[in-house]
Each structure stands twice: as C-alpha cells, then as structure tokens.
C-alpha cells in the first residue's frame, strides 16, 4: 500500500472515521502481523499484540503527523509494543512452555513464517518482511534499521538464498 | 507451483487474526480526549497493585527512600512555582533550529513542529516521536541536546538560548530550570532567555498565522506535520514543486559538494601529471645506466640498485609523491604498468581543463541546469572512481510530491549524519561541570551587563 493512501486513512481516522479504521487493519494487517511475529516469534502472542497495536493506533492517532511518513508511523508503534511486551516478558516467570519449533501444513510443508524464523536471523526476517510484505525498498529498510544499505541488499539476498535452500530441503 | 512470496502472502492472510470487538468499536479520540485516554490511570486501583506482592511493598519502600533523597536534592532546581492550572500552552524553543512544543494540563508534550530548516534537520527520521508524550522539560531537554551534537549550539562558547510561552504561570519556568540545568551538567556557559508574550506575538514568533486563543494555536500545531518540508506541498506541478525543492535544498550546498568533487579530479590529474614526469626525469636521467647498453630503467625497477647521488633527490620526491597519492586517491603505482593504466584514467590532462570548464559554465547556473548536465559530468567523475550518488540524488530534480518527500528527507538525513560528524569533537569536549551558584553568578553578570537575557540573546 502506497504511503500517500496509508496517510489519507489516517487522517480521515483522526477525523473520527472508524471506517476507515476497519480498511487500515484490512490493508495493513498482513505487514504488522509479520513484522510483530518477528519479535514474538510465536501466533499467540503475536495475535494479542496486534490487538494492542491497532488500539494503540486509534489512541494515539492524534498523534500522528499528516503528510509524514504514515507506514514508518505505524511500525514504530508495532515496534515499542512489541519491546515493551518482551519487558514485561522477561520480568514474569514462564509458567508454560511455549513452542517455538515449526508447525507443518495440511501438505506436509513447513509453513513459510516458522520456515524463515527457523533459517533466518531476527534482523534477516525484519528485512524480508519489510521488503516482501511492505513493499519497502533496501534504501529504505536501511533508514529505518539504522545500518547501511549495501548491509540490507547483501542480507536480502543471503535471507533469500536460506529460503531457497530450505525449501529444497522440505520433505 | 506457486510463489514462495504468493504462498506467504495467502499464509499471512489465513493466519492474521480478526479485529476484537472491543478493538474496533473503541471511540476514536479526539484530541482532547486523547490525551485523557493516553493519560489517564490503571482501572485497578493503584494501591491494591502496589501491595499485592512483598517484592512490590520492597520495591515501594526503595522509591520512597529514593523520592525523599531526591525531593531534596531538587528543591533548588525545582523552585516552588504557583500550582500549575493552565489546560494547554504552546512553548517556543529557538536554539536557531526553532521548534514549538504543545503541552497538555499535566505538562507532557503532544506535538513537536519545526520552525525552520535548521529544525527540519534535528527532528527528522520521526525524532519528533522520541520527544512526544515526554514532560516538556524532557522534550526540549532532548531538541536542545541534538541541537548541540550537531553542532548549532557550541557547549564550548558562551551563548543563549530562548524559550517563549503564550500563557502566564504555564511550565516555561520548569522548562527554564530544566535547561540550566542540563547546561550547569555539560559546563557549558549558555544563558535561557525565558519570554512570555501576546499570543498575537507569540504566533508571529514561531511563523503561524494569528490565532484567537491558546488551544486554537495548539491545534494548528499538533495539525500541521512536524517538519517544514513537510507543508505547502498539496496540489503542485512538478515545475512548483522543483522550485521548492531547489529552495529547500540549498544551491550553494549543492554546488560546494559539487566543488569539492571537482577539486579532487584536478588535484589527482595534477599530481599524476608531476608523477608522470617524475618517471621520465628518472628514467631517461644521464646517470641512469642500469639497462641493456646503458639504457636506463624506471623507478621501480632500480629501488634495490645503488643509486648514484645525482638521482637521490628524484628518487626522494617520487617515493614521497607516490605514498601521497595512494593516500588521497587510494591508489599504488607500484610499476611502470600501474603508472600506464593511472595515466589512461588521467590522460585526462585534457579532460581536466575540459571539466573545469564544463564546471565553470555549471556552477554559474541554476539548480536545474546543473540537473540536466549533471550526467555528463558525472560519467567523468565515475571514470575516476568517485562516488558520484549523492550528487546524483541531490540532482535528481523530483517528479511528483513523494519523489520530493522522500529527496529532502534523504537529504536532511544526510546533514544529520554531516553536521554530527562534523560537531562531535567539540560535544564530546571534556567540561568540568558549573556548580549552580557559579552559573547563578554568571547569569546575574550577564543581566548587568545587558539588563535582561532577553537582551543577550538579541545581542548575539
């Protein structure tokens, strides 16, 4: 989704449309979900932090600046979410184990999201995501991860040829 | 077979949750609302949380001991102002970069709006974000600390800042305090000018049009976006938009990078040209016998020799030369090969008069003339191995609003990184820390000499 069209919903949100709210979360949903299974590593508690992302969207909504950049806006919101769970984590003491090995598919096939957190690093994921789901380029990725851009194409690619390997290697 | 991509795609959309109930039909604030729900308290009592385990009881009765050893040690920084009422305020910070901060009744900040370019540059890449929701004190804390890594506030001189409000009693003189404070911690001699004014005046200070109350003005701030670049860019022609954009990113800026690379090229040209020379000088040197016949030999193949005392000297200058052109170009000439394939990069003693001239014409120009004649100069530049993408960018004259969104962004980010480079040393300065009685002494000189602050900071 374009990052003018992203704005426009926003605003129209901070106008008070929930319409508008429901088509943010339709057209976003795939990139936040995958962003945020990036720090959870896990479906269930991924899918509680988007509740809280998306409820932190429409509470924080004025908050938002129009015209800047609408996707960097709601990642960061996705991202303090999720680091201040992992706190709040890492304070508790576990009382189940979670399981964090991949699942199979009806076919037999790892699922692609437990495939890439299996192969790939945190950060390798990160870029994958943001270029794969987002749409963002390399330029861009390496803005918003702070390192150099020639650090995120080299990394794509290395994530890309893992993948590949992996794939061969899926019963 | 489909996609990898495809099958993520779909896996995504099978897997993503639907939105709670509770999610979807929660009220969008609004502003004022907002900061209610964004401020206000647990729904469980706080006190049945705080006791409900003995690590917390422990963990209270730490923070009480804390709270009282530092109620004293703030009780001077924090001087006892009247109890703060004011509902909102909007708040002024000129460094130079110049941003305006709303705060809400609790003093916590809501929007952060650049001034001016200098501004645009220290709140880019969302850290306008980082200072949102913090005490003012903390916000502008923050706005004045990257105005002095990068380089606009020099902690190592004498200087002032000013800090502007458009309500009596509000936080400015928490924000005062917070300052000097931060300056006393840095030794850094820097004056806070702290005004409150008209609010017909206060809007004309921070460049916004004339306003009938406080909240109207905080709500054209936390409207607006936060940086300059940001506004006034709606429904333009490319044309419009390119003339913005050459105002934006400076032309003098443009051209001094361009300058820069320039005197590279003729710096290398020029010291490949001595070096060049120098080779002929040793080679065809009557006392060069070391060859066949008596022929002579180049450098390199002559540095084991013995080498007769009317050589010396050309021997010295070309080793020197040559260690300082593989220093500033990054290239060894190490024979007479090397020295052959460098010479065809650099046969070029044409090229380079033809490129200064090319220059000449260019730089007199216009942004956009400069533009369009940019790759010919830049193929030129690449057959020197310079990195030319910056220029290239910078150069690229932008299209469409996005294009010029995500050029000035580019090139903000680029100052940033520029002037932080350019200002750590003196940020990173060692300075004995000012004991506030030594700072509270410098001020009242001040105030002698110049019968106000305010005045100083006219003054500088």
């Known amino acids: 989704m374009k990052g003018k069209e992203l704005d426009k919903l926003l605003v129209r949100i901070a106008a008070g449309d929930n319409a508008a709210f429901e088509e943010l979360y339709v057209r976003t949903k795939r990139g936040v979900y995958s962003f945020l299974y990036t720090y959870f590593h896990n479906a269930a508690d991924t899918e509680d932090a988007m509740q809280s992302a998306y409820l932190n969207i429409k509470r924080g909504i004025h908050t938002y600046r129009p015209g800047s950049n609408a996707l960097a806006w709601i990642l960061q919101i996705a991202k303090n979410l999720a680091l201040n769970e992992i706190k709040k984590k ?31 690093t945190e950060e390798e994921q990160r870029i994958v995501t943001l270029h794969v789901v987002w749409n963002y380029k390399h330029r861009e990725i390496a803005e918003m991860l702070g390192v150099p851009t020639g650090t995120v194409t080299s990394k794509y690619k290395r994530s890309i040829e893992k993948l590949k390997n992996a794939f061969k290697e899926e019963p | 077979m489909k996609s990898w991509k495809k099958r993520w795609q779909e896996e995504l959309d099978a897997a993503v949750p639907a939105l709670k109930d509770e999610v979807l039909n929660e009220p969008i604030p609004t502003c004022d609302r907002a900061q209610t729900v964004a401020f206000a308290p647990a729904s469980e009592p706080w006190y049945k949380k705080l006791f409900a385990t003995p690590q ?236 066949l016949l008596g022929f002579g030999k180049d450098y390199w193949s002559i ?33 007479l090969d090397t020295l052959a394939v460098e010479g065809v990069k650099c046969s070029a ?76 040393e003196g940020y990173e300065a060692v300075r004995e820390e000012i004991s506030a009685s030594n700072y509270a002494e410098y001020i009242a000189g001040l105030e002698r000499e110049y019968g106000s602050l305010s005045e100083y900071f006219k003054n500088l």
């Open chain 2, 349 to 424: 003693s044409a090229l380079a008069t033809v490129l200064k001239s090319l220059s000449d014409s260019l730089l007199s120009t216009s942004l956009d003339l400069l533009s369009k004649n940019f790759q010919a100069v830049s193929v030129l530049l690449k057959s020197f191995d310079i990195d030319t993408t910056l220029l290239e960018e910078l150069l690229e004259l932008p299209e469409t609003v996005e294009a010029y969104y995500q050029k000035v962004n580019e090139y903000t980010k680029e100052r940033f990184a520029l002037l932080q480079e350019t200002a750590r």
């Open chain 2, 303 to 335: 540095l084991d020799k013995e080498i007769p005392d009317t050589m010396s000297a050309l021997m010295t200058e070309m080793a020197e030369r040559l260690l300082a052109y593989e220093e500033s170009c990054g290239v060894k000439i190490d024979s």
């Open chain 2, 56 to 291: 917390r009881i422990a963990s209270f009765a730490a923070a009480c001991v804390v709270c009282v050893a530092t109620v004293g040690a703030s009780a001077y920084l924090f001087r006892p102002t009247a109890p703060l009422t004011v509902e909102q305020e909007v708040i002024s910070v000129e460094v130079n970069p110049q941003a305006v901060f709303t705060v809400d009744k609790e003093g916590k900040v809501t929007a952060v709006a650049a001034v001016n370019q200098d501004a645009d540059v220290v709140l880019a890449e969302e850290r306008y974000l980082e200072m949102q929701g913090k005490s003012v004190q903390e916000a502008v804390e923050i706005f004045v600390d990257y105005t002095a890594k990068l380089g606009y506030l020099d902690l190592n001189t004498p200087d002032a800042v000013r800090i502007t409000s458009c309500v009596e009693n509000g936080w400015l003189d928490k924000v005062g305090d917070a300052l000097e404070n931060y300056f006393c911690g840095k030794g850094a001699y820097i004056a806070v000018a702290a005004e409150t004014v008209g609010l017909d005046a206060f809007c004309q200070r921070v460049n916004m049009e004339v306003c009938d109350s406080v909240q109207s003005l905080k709500s054209s701030v936390e409207r607006i976006p936060a940086l300059t670049f940001l506004r006034e860019t709606g429904e333009k022609t490319a044309e419009e938009l390119q003339q913005i954009y050459a105002q934006t990113v400076p032309l003098e800026e443009v051209k001094g990078i361009f300058r820069s690379t320039l005197s590279a090229v003729e710096k290398r040209v020029e010291d490949y040209l001595a070096i060049s020379e120098l080779s002929d000088d040793i080679r065809y040197h009557e006392d060069n016998n070391f060859g």
């Open chain 1, 90 to 120: 890492s304070r508790e003491v576990p009382t189940e184990e979670i399981d964090l090995g991949a699942t199979l598919n009806e076919g037999g096939r790892y699922e692609i999201t437990d495939l890439m957190q299996r192969v790939l």
